[in-house]
T-cell receptor
Framework: NAGVTQTPKFRILKIGQSMTLQCTQD?????MYWYRQDPGMGLKLIYY???????DKGEVPNGYNVSRSTTEDFPLRLELAAPSQTSVYFC?????????????????FGSGTQLSVL | QKEVEQNSGPLSVPEGAIASLNCTYS??????FFWYRQYSGKSPELIMS????GDKEDGRFTAQLNKASQYVSLLIRDSQPSDSATYLC???????????FGPGTRLSVLP
């Protein structure tokens, strides 16, 4: 089973360049997320989507854009790369949202993208 | 914004000992709590979830939840070198739409 697939695994960008991080899942999950993880830190939410055509900002959305044209795909776009965007990026998905009630809902993560902006 | 705090690491324990990892959260709304393990250079994976006060055991792992104190912990019994990883605590955000992660605690189990 493929699960959540991210590409590329590694990328080096120059300041001002643009790129798209690809994420696709084959579990028919409604919810998809993009997190970034800086060294020694936890995961910070960039954007998330509750279904095709619906996206919303997370905690650190500046400098990024997303789209969700299909249930399977949730690409993350960096328009003008800056050194502050050097990080590891994780895409994740879940069948539903965690909600405010007791739940065992869990996140399925992709393998991550190591991005360096020089 | 909900705050999730974890005990600062790194935490080193000898092989066979009990490792204790702690997590506190900033509000009383949260109902579900999750522990993810992340090996160096890998993505996080869920190891435990808990939503009832008290203990939940799964093999060598025990999650303990105290909602009144806004505290959840993870105990790893008979720690093994293969348990060396960063452990991330996660709770739903204020609207239940996504997950908020703590900064993680790095655990080293020494042979």
């Amino acid at each position: 089973n493929a699960g959540v697939t991210q590409t590329p695994k590694f990328r080096i960008l120059k300041i001002g360049q643009s790129m798209t991080l690809q994420c696709t899942q084959d579990m028919n999950h409604n919810y998809m997320y993009w997190y970034r993880q800086d060294p020694g830190m936890g995961l910070k939410l960039i954007y998330y989507s509750v279904g095709a055509g619906i996206t919303d900002k997370g905690e650190v959305p500046n400098g990024y854009n997303v789209s969700r044209s299909t249930t399977e795909d949730f690409p993350l776009r960096l328009e003008l790369a800056a050194p502050s965007q050097t990080s590891v990026y994780f895409c994740a998905s879940s069948y539903s949202n965690p909600g405010q009630e007791a739940t065992n809902e869990k996140l399925f993560f992709g393998s991550g993208t190591q991005l360096s902006v020089l | 914004q909900k705050e999730v705090e974890q005990n600062s690491g790194p935490l080193s324990v000898p092989e066979g000992a009990i490792a204790s990892l702690n997590c506190t959260y900033s509000d009383r709304v949260s109902q579900s709590f999750f522990w993810y393990r992340q090996y160096s250079g890998k993505s996080p994976e869920l190891i435990m979830s808990i939503y009832s006060n008290g203990d939940k055991e799964d093999g060598r792992f025990t999650a303990q939840l105290n909602k009144a104190s806004q505290y959840v912990s993870l105990l790893i019994r008979d720690s093994q070198p293969s348990d060396s990883a960063t452990y991330l605590c996660a709770v739903p955000d204020n609207y239940g739409q996504n997950f908020v992660f703590g900064p993680g605690t790095r655990l080293s189990v020494l042979p």
